[in-house]
Structures are given as C-alpha cells and as structure tokens.
C-alpha cells in the first residue's frame, strides 16, 4: 500500500514548470549575436507552436524561416549577404597563385621523409616556392 503524502503535496503536480522558468531566466544570451540568434530561434518555435492546430504549410515555414535569416547576422556586423549570391559574397577572394616549377625530386623528398601524398607535397612546395628546405621547415613547425 501507498503512504500517506502530507498536506502539501497534490496529485500529478509537478515543479517542471518551475525549473523551466528558472533555467529560461538564466541562459539569456550575453552578447548581441547570441541574443539576435536566440530572437530567431524562438520567432521560429512560436509560429511552429501557433499553427501545430492548423494544416502545416510549406510557404509558411518558409516565410518564417526567411524572417528569421533576415533578422540573423552572421557575418559579425557586416550587413547580410543576399540570397541571390550569399555564398559568392562571403567567400574571401581568391589570391592569384604564382606559377612557381616544383621539381619532383622535391617532391619524392617529401612524400618519403614526411609520408605526405604527392598532392600535399606538391601544394606545399608551392606555398614555398619550390624550396624543399623551407617547406619542410613549416610542416614540423606546423605538426
């Protein structure tokens, strides 16, 4: 049989609601991105929450996830990237490479002493104009 539980204490009550509220006070977010994600973030859980009762749509969830990128900053204070080009825009531009003559000698060198794939060896040697010496330098430096 079941003891008797004192006065205080009701039938399928429960103190979760508590801890949630105090959990939801103390991770507010410190800095601006965090708190502009988190803005996001929950913009999206509440128009989730609102049409749970509703036949979900696809545009909708779109329009809500548009919002939300829009309102999210990612870049760290530059203005947002536009959908049409986003990922051309944020990638830094290419560095004009130098035709510099990798010798293969140089390049079994390293492949053998550093057991690197002659891919590597060679893109190494390049990033140091051929010079097997200082290429090889930076990758103990390096390791």
Do not use: W, Y
């Not at 004192?6 to 509220?21: L, Q, R, Y």
């Not at 959990?23 to 049409?51: C, F, Y």
Request: charged share 25%; glycine share 6%.
């Amino acid at each position: 049989m079941a003891e008797p539980q004192p006065s205080s204490v009701h039938e399928g009550a429960t103190t979760g609601a508590e801890i949630d509220e105090n959990e939801a006070t103390s991770n507010i977010p410190k800095s601006a991105e965090d708190r502009a994600t988190a803005a996001a973030m929950s913009s999206l859980d509440t128009r989730g929450a609102e049409e749970e009762s509703v036949a979900p749509s696809k545009q909708l969830d779109s329009e809500a996830l548009g919002k939300a990128m829009k309102n999210l900053n990612v870049s760290g204070g530059a203005a947002p990237a536009k959908a049409t080009g986003g990922a051309a825009a944020t990638a830094p531009p290419a560095e004009k490479k130098k035709a510099v003559k990798v010798d293969q000698a140089d390049v079994t060198l390293l492949t053998e002493q550093l057991s690197l794939a002659k891919p590597k060896a060679t893109e190494l040697l390049k990033a140091h104009d051929g010079d097997a010496v200082r290429a090889m330098r930076a990758f103990v430096t390096a390791a």
